[in-house]
């Protein structure tokens, strides 16, 4: 499958790849998110070695420590601690760790079920294809954190519940954006000529249409990375997502209000955490969209 | 007109049914007899028990019940809640015209400042205002609005002691029968001096908090549809023509850079309607939104069954209108096979 593939890339002059990443790289937004999330992925993956302490573990002579800068702080927890002594930049760390994977898994998912109900809708059409998009119409008419919430009540809160959840709230709008995109591939020259050669319709779908409908569907999965992160915060934050003591950015939120006042600290990091990394994935997906989607490119 | 309202709102129909039938199957999904749930810790004898799914209709073949179910819908029927024993079209009638007024005040303080926001984004393209007003935009967007009606909280309510807490109006101070369910409104019928003012206090942070991403969503999309309209010929031919900036961008160019952001607007709305769950929960805002949450804490299906169907044939409602407006601004639409 992929030696055609590559034999275009390698033909173009830049290269696409390349041609990428100079379009990319125009955007100093783009560069600064993308440097931002490799930081963060990077955390996630050694939160391990980074981590000064357990994110569980409850250090009850040091409950409510407050950060280095403030008075009465003790440098062996740089961040300050939480209610029950737990470290918080520890916690937050392993947090990362949580949010990233819940958001990938969920984009990993949606990916390879959109690219897989969108493309079957598009070649088969008919009767196949009025029950995929009727469905997901049905999805979509209902509001995304409603049915997350309705979907949870049914199969009950934790991580692989969250992961399901938002990714089937998520769902539709992949399935569309291939589905167009092929519908509109399926058109040109290429496709009739290819299909004129004798290709076979598995070869058709896989290898001669998806490859061109993959840029709208990155920069889709890019956007909706920062959206299952947030989602899935804001099911943690309303006690329906990952369970404590699983240090989830959301859920970390959850039980601050009443030390809101008295120790604000222990509120404002998890949601700076949530704010960064979204912010980051949501510059990075603008610039990944102006470099790929050229109609919308800036001049 | 006519015919394509009517096919509109026939094309809205079978997602309701669909709706329906998802909400059905959900209480049969849900784990636990919605007896077992009912009767608690204590335990019922077998005959009560008996009873009780003949009189809830369980003894019945699941198709009738589904039956029975869409029969007492079209008649206005939602079911009862576990807890508080009333109608649930009862509870959700006078709850939802918090949601409605938050989620209208909300939208307002969005297009408010998110067209204008837009308009001078792409009048000064690149430039300081544009890179500021975007990166502002962006942030808003990536926001996780549950922290941020907390921030606002402690800096506006805790530390400054500009805005309530919680709630819609003070009720220790103030009380009166809710005529329309809109505080606003019903403060200034009660007469009573400074209701007002207390109901626009409660209404400041949470319309804040929850017109915080479509303002952002606007903002955004305004912009973009401006630097699209304003490369078209007539923009460059009001130029010629010797037109004053402000009129290029504030009439020829904003009517028809508007088209899509209505379409937006309207999108948004329908979101807002549901999203308030979060913004009412940080607020102890007494919308559906709350209600909804609490019901699954209180493991009350029957009530999280109608809510979420009312919720959602709402937001229907909502795009159902916004497609009709959409149709009335551009007739191309309209005319469309």
Known sequence: MPSDTTIATQAAPPGPLRAFWRAFRENRGAVVGLAVVVLIVLIAIFASVLAPHDPIEQYRGFTKLPPFWMEGSDLRFILGTDAVGRDMLSRLMYGARVSLFIGIAVMAVSMVMGIALGLTAAFFGGMVDVVIIRVMDLVMAIPSLVLAILIIAIIGPNLTNTIIAVTIVGLPRYVRLVRASALTELTKDYVIAAKVSGVRKWRLMTVTVLPNCLAPLIVQAALGLSDAILEAAGLGFLGLGAQPPTPEWGAMLADTRDLMSSHPWVMAFPGIAILITVLAINLMGDGLRDALDPRLRRS | ?337
Do not use: C
């Open chain 2, 1 to 337: 007109m006519f015919r394509f309202l009517l096919k509109r709102l026939l094309l809205t129909l079978p997602t309701f049914f669909a709706l329906m039938f998802v909400t059905f199957i959900m209480i049969r999904l849900v784990p636990g007899d919605p007896i077992e749930v009912r009767r608690g810790e204590r335990g019922i004898s077998p005959e009560r028990l008996e009873e009780l799914r003949r009189e809830m209709g369980l003894d019945q073949p699941v198709w009738k019940q589904f039956g029975d179910y869409v029969w007492g819908i079209l008649h206005g029927d939602f079911g009862t809640s576990i807890i508080s024993k009333t109608p649930i079209l009862h509870e959700f009638a006078t709850l939802f015209p918090a949601t409605l007024e938050l989620t209208i005040s909300a939208m307002i303080f969005a297009v408010v400042l998110g067209i204008p926001a837009g308009v001078i984004a792409a009048s000064r393209r690149g430039g300081v205002y544009d890179q500021s007003l975007m990166g502002l935009a962006l942030t808003g967007y990536s926001m996780p609005i549950f922290w941020w009606g907390l921030i606002l909280i402690l800096v506006m309510s805790n530390t400054l002691g500009l805005t309530p807490v919680s709630g819609r109006v003070d009720l220790i101070k103030f009380y009166y029968e809710p005529v329309t369910g809109f505080m606003l409104i019903d403060s200034l019928l009660s007469g009573q001096k400074g209701a007002f003012w207390d109901a626009v206090h409660h209404l400041i942070l949470p319309t804040i908090v929850l017109g915080t991403v479509p303002l952002a969503v606007i903002a955004r999309m305004t912009r973009s549809s401006m630097l699209e309209v304003l490369e078209e010929d007539y923009v460059r031919t009001a130029r010629a023509k010797g037109l004053s900036t402000y009129r290029i961008i504030g009439v020829h160019a904003l009517r028809n850079a508007l088209i899509p952001v209505v379409t937006v607007i309207g999108l948004q709305t329908g979101g807002l309607l549901a999203g308030a769950v979060l913004t009412e929960t940080i607020f102890s805002w007494p919308g559906v939104g709350k209600w909804l949450v609490e019901s699954i804490g209180r493991r009350d299906y029957p009530a999280l069954q109608g809510g979420i169907l009312l919720i959602s044939a709402m937001v229907i409602f909502v795009n159902l209108i916004v497609d009709l407006l959409y149709g009335l601004i551009n007739p191309r639409i309209r005319h469309a096979k």
